[in-house]
């Protein structure tokens, strides 16, 4: 009975120690919160700015731990773009808020995977804050209240701000006391299409002359909502991944093999495809000539076919298959070589051989890339020399004779022919 009791207790204890320990991280939860400055007029995120590093680093550690929560619903992020005091009728102040706000939002899309119905946006005015933007974890969904839209627009004309602040249903205004104020815009099409003479009085914009420099800006008007990902068009680094490509060797194209000898074009295309972050796998056809290949016409002729198969680990910086890299291969061919010039007999066989390779590929443009390189390793051949008399070949002898040398080496065209663009860390 009294062991009954003591487990009761311990029972009750743990349960109220359980509850207690999530009321806390729940109250905690909606207190975390990440702040990131910007240079005036710019749209990219500067993590050498200020304290933009640490808060990132943060970031990224919070994301680790709640990242499900948040892509299920069961919580977002709201994003705060502040302006001074004062400026919540300055629709240039209004509309910078915007942007910042996308280019912040856009980052956590690009690096984390969230969709814009992860996040909602508000714009708060502080007395002294400006070009400052603040993640606030809310441990909670989305409200059907809550604004999710960012609409802005890359031309600082009177116009083009009207009608971009327009957009939203009501101004994601928040005041100081956290109250979403409810004041809209005026009806922006009779501003617009009114007389010069008679627009109403906006002493609190300066005039379009003045304005700050927004040179990194594109000249095109953009808007975003939580059901259009544009993030293409914000200023942010992004490259592209290769998932399939092409290659053929120019030196085999113009004859040249080891060792350093000039013979028939030998024909060839390589097919490599590319995986994980850092390995590639090509496999290469060769023919030569590419017709007529069995039958002889004449008294000289050099006929080579074959394949390989390589694979490759790159040593450059992860997902991009670009600059050094070393590999494994394996090859297989054929051959029948007459030249009267060098000898009266015939030599005709395969080969089979696997080894080591090197090289450096330096893109040419995204998709375009040169490459040098070489293959080694042991080689072994089968052969059988012959006589032809009258049309008729007479074997005269035969061997095997293998060893470690140079398999080829190349400068060859790459072309990337199948990839997808990938967002790049800023």
């Known amino acids: 009975m009294s062991s009954l009791r003591c487990f009761i207790v311990a029972l009750l204890c743990a349960i109220?120690?359980?509850?207690?320990?999530s009321r806390a991280q729940s109250g905690l939860g909606g207190e975390v919160s990440f702040n990131f400055i910007f240079s005036p007029g710019s749209t990219i995120l500067d993590a050498n700015l200020g304290s933009n590093n640490v808060e990132l680093a943060n970031l990224r550690d919070f994301i680790l731990h709640n990242k499900y929560g948040i892509q299920t619903g069961g919580a977002h992020f709201t994003i705060v773009s502040y302006i001074k005091e004062g400026s919540s009728s300055d629709l240039y102040s209004l509309n910078r808020a915007s942007i910042l706000g996308s280019i912040v939002r856009a980052y956590l899309k690009t690096r984390y995977g969230f969709v814009n119905t992860n996040f909602t946006f508000v714009i708060r005015s502080e007395s002294e804050l400006a070009e400052y933007v603040r993640i606030e974890y809310k441990p909670f969904s989305v409200k059907?209240?809550?604004?999710?839209?960012?609409?802005?627009?890359?031309?600082?004309?009177?116009g083009d701000l009207m009608l971009a602040m327009s957009k939203y249903r009501e101004l994601p205004l928040e005041e100081r006391d956290d109250q979403i104020e409810t004041t809209t815009l005026p009806v922006p099409l009779v501003v617009i299409i009114a007389p010069v003479d008679?627009?109403?009085?906006?002493?609190?914009?300066?005039?379009?002359?003045?304005?700050?420099?927004?040179?990194?800006?594109r000249p095109a008007d953009t808007t975003e909502s939580p059901h259009k990902n544009i993030d293409h068009q914000i200023n942010l680094k992004r490259g592209f991944k290769p998932i399939f490509g092409l290659r053929t060797n120019l030196l085999n194209i113009a004859g040249v093999t080891p060792p350093a000898k000039v013979v028939k074009p030998l024909y060839n295309i390589t097919m490599e495809l590319y995986y994980l972050k850092r390995s590639s796998i090509?496999?290469?056809?060769?023919?030569?000539?590419?017709?007529?290949?069995?039958?002889?016409?004449?008294?000289?002729?050099?006929?080579?076919?074959?394949?390989?198969?390589?694979?490759?680990?790159?040593?450059?910086?992860?997902?991009?298959?670009?600059?050094?890299?070393m590999g494994l291969y394996g090859a297989f061919g054929e051959f029948d070589i007459m030249d009267p010039l060098?000898?009266?007999?015939g030599n005709t066989g395969n080969f089979i051989g696997g080894g080591l390779s090197i090289g450096f590929a330096l893109p040419v443009s995204k998709r375009l890339l040169v490459e040098v390189g070489?293959?080694?390793?042991?080689?072994?051949?089968?052969?059988?020399?012959?006589?032809?008399i009258e049309n008729s070949c007479y074997q005269t002898g035969s061997g095997n004779r293998g060893g470690i040398m140079l398999y080829d080496y190349n400068i060859s065209l790459v072309y990337r022919l199948i990839g997808k663009q990938k967002g790049r860390q800023l």
């Open 282 to 325: 090509a496999l290469e056809g060769y023919l030569t000539p590419l017709l007529n290949h069995k039958k002889t016409d004449s008294d000289a002729w050099h006929k080579l076919s074959g394949f390989s198969l390589e694979h490759r680990f790159w040593l450059s910086k992860p997902g991009l298959f670009k600059g050094l890299y």
């Open 144 to 158: 059907p209240t809550d604004n999710q839209d960012i609409y802005f627009t890359l031309k600082p004309s009177y």
């Open 342 to 345: 060098k000898n009266e007999e």
């Open 198 to 217: 008679t627009l109403p009085p906006v002493d609190i914009l300066p005039p379009v002359d003045t304005l700050p420099p927004v040179d990194t800006l």
């Open 16 to 21: 109220f120690f359980l509850n207690t320990n």
């Open 374 to 388: 070489a293959r080694g390793g042991y080689k072994r051949e089968s052969n059988s020399s012959y006589l032809v």
